[in-house]
């Protein structure tokens, strides 16, 4: 799974589950795949970026209400690879 597919993904189990707003994307292929995805869900911004070369996907949330870029992220959750477990998307949808 590549960084795009990854994003089809997650909005796909959000559809329907809860309202959500794409702050950012940005996939960039020729550097190992690294990419960056932001939304907003329910007053908090969720930030997903991932390193390729390491294949390390960083989840962060910010305080309720702040402005991006301007937040202070807290890390929710690192994960090897792409795909996420139950656990983790109902971390991002509660």
Same mark, same amino acid.
């Given at each position: 799974m590549d960084f795009q597919q990854f994003k089809n993904d997650i909005e796909s189990k959000l559809k329907g589950e809860t309202a959500f707003e794409l702050q950012e994307f940005r996939?960039?292929?020729?550097?190992f795949g690294h990419g960056i995805l932001v939304y907003r869900i =329910?007053?908090?911004?969720?930030?997903? !970026?991932?390193?390729?070369?390491?294949?390390? @996907?960083?989840?962060?949330?910010?305080?309720?209400?702040? =402005?991006?870029?301007h937040?202070?992220? !807290?890390?929710?959750?690192?994960?090897?690879? @792409?795909?996420?477990d139950k656990k983790q998307t109902d971390i991002i949808k509660a």
């Open positions: 996939y960039l292929p020729y550097a =329910k007053g908090y911004i969720f930030r997903f !970026t991932y390193d390729g070369r390491d294949n390390l @996907l960083t989840c962060e949330r910010s305080n309720s209400h702040e =402005k991006y870029p937040c202070n992220w !807290t890390v929710l959750f690192e994960n090897s690879g @792409l795909v996420l």
